[in-house]
């Protein structure tokens, strides 16, 4: 069964600092992986997705992921942590031949100033 | 352009009531998903629509649930009648048709309490 996990609940970075959300993922077949943001009373937004090219995917907000097929990692990452940045991200994999997304359990990211 | 609405953003009922909630995809989706967070878990999949009809409502957790699209333009879920786990955020989303690596737009969600 596909499945993705987040093994972190909570990653504190300091502003200015890098930043990295952990993403594993367990798919058969090519992993279709996206990452979205939740801000406080908003919905997910899109963040990037990794259909198939380069290992390296940029997205919004001057965030990329990194995949990695031999150790089945979509870790995202940010040269330099905004305070801005704060809010629970979420990773996610499209279940096979369906539309369908699973998700993981979300990480809460603190950037502290 | 607006994105996918949803409506109300948040209920309480007593359990054994009557909940409908609604969503309004990004104009020209034909793909409309709704998904459900429950208690801080993970977000989980409910059903898939295209157009008006359903695709895959592997996600539904019974019979309680129903969820239409008349006229393939907005949904509504309703829970009929609610218990306490129904409890949880749900979240609408949709994506154009054409390919299935079209991301999807989501709402910001309907906080549901059942009490």
């Known amino acids: 069964a596909q499945s993705v996990a987040q093994p972190e609940d909570q990653v504190n970075v300091a502003e200015g600092n890098p930043l990295t959300v952990k993403c594993t993922y367990s798919v058969s077949g090519n992993p279709y992986l996206f990452w979205y943001v939740q801000y406080p009373n908003r919905g997910l937004q899109f963040l990037l997705k990794y259909i198939t090219g380069d290992n390296l995917v940029k997205g919004s907000y001057g965030f990329e992921a990194e995949f990695n097929k031999s150790q089945t990692s979509f870790h995202l990452k940010k040269p330099s942590a905004l305070v801005s940045d704060s809010a629970l991200y979420f990773c996610?994999?499209?279940?096979?031949?369906?539309?369908?997304?699973?998700f993981g359990t979300g990480t809460r990211l603190k950037v502290l100033a | 352009e607006a994105g996918v609405t949803q409506f109300p953003s948040h209920s309480v009922i007593e359990k054994g009531q009557t909940v409908t909630l609604r969503c309004d995809p990004i104009s020209g989706h034909d793909n409309l998903y709704w998904y459900r967070r429950v208690m801080g878990k993970e977000i989980k999949f409910l059903l898939h629509?295209?157009?008006?009809?359903?695709?895959?409502e592997s996600g539904m957790p019974n019979n309680r649930f129903l969820a239409e699209r008349t006229g393939g333009t907005y949904s509504t879920l309703k829970v009929q009648p609610a218990e306490l786990e129904d409890s949880g955020v749900y979240f609408c989303a949709s994506s154009l048709s054409g390919s299935p690596y079209n991301e999807q737009f989501f709402g910001p969600g309907t906080r549901l309490t059942v009490l």
């Open positions: 629509f295209v157009k008006e009809s359903k695709q895959d």
């Open positions: 996610a994999v499209r279940d096979g031949g369906t539309y369908k997304y699973i």
